[in-house]
């Protein structure tokens, strides 16, 4: 039994604080002494630029690739796509690829079931997992929902 805590912070309006909220609570809780990965599931990756990541179109590996490697069945090393932040926290990191990702999640057999997949393998190395999602009700959020013990909704 692990005990990882996995929150999806999420709202279908944007502006309300998700990413804001991710952020802090992610390195409040990393200062805390907690293992904190914080995922950005918004392709316009305001997560990731919070972080100091000023182009992640620029970044090869993000969210939308370590979730092909499930789809395509292929091999996953544990450590791909996660970024070490200096405030402590885990990132793994998005862009607009994610945008190409979830349209093809329609062709997917379990589509909302991907996210969860890849948490699963990497819960065991973290406390908690912060799921900053966008603002739609669309598969990826789905997804986000279904990898999630809780939710909580900024507004
Ligand atoms: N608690 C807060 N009080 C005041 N402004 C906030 C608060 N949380 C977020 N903001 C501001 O609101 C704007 C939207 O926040 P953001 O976290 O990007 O929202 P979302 O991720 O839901 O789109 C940002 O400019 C942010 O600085
Ligand atoms: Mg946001």
Do not use: W
């Not at 316009?44 to 969210?63: A, F």
């Not at 092909?68 to 791909?80: A, G, K, R, T, V």
């Amino acid at each position: 039994m692990d005990n990882c805590n996995v929150i999806a912070i999420t709202n279908q309006k944007g502006g309300v604080g998700k990413t804001t909220t991710t952020l802090n609570l992610g390195v409040g809780l990393s200062r805390e002494g907690k293992r904190v990965l914080l995922i950005d599931a918004d392709p316009q990756g305001s997560l990731t630029i919070s972080l100091g990541y000023k182009n992640p179109d620029e970044i090869r590996t993000t969210v939308a690739s370590v979730m092909q490697q499930i789809i395509s069945d292929e091999e996953l090393p544990s450590s791909m796509g996660i970024l070490h932040h200096e405030e402590g926290v885990d990132l793994v990191a998005s862009n607009i690829e994610l945008s190409a990702l979830e349209v093809s999640l329609f062709n997917v057999m379990n589509r909302e079931y991907v996210l969860k997949n890849y948490i699963e393998r990497v819960k065991p190395s973290y406390d908690y997992i912060l799921i900053d999602c966008m603002p739609s009700l669309g598969m990826m959020n789905i997804n986000a929902l279904v990898a999630a013990d809780s939710v909580i909704i900024p507004c």
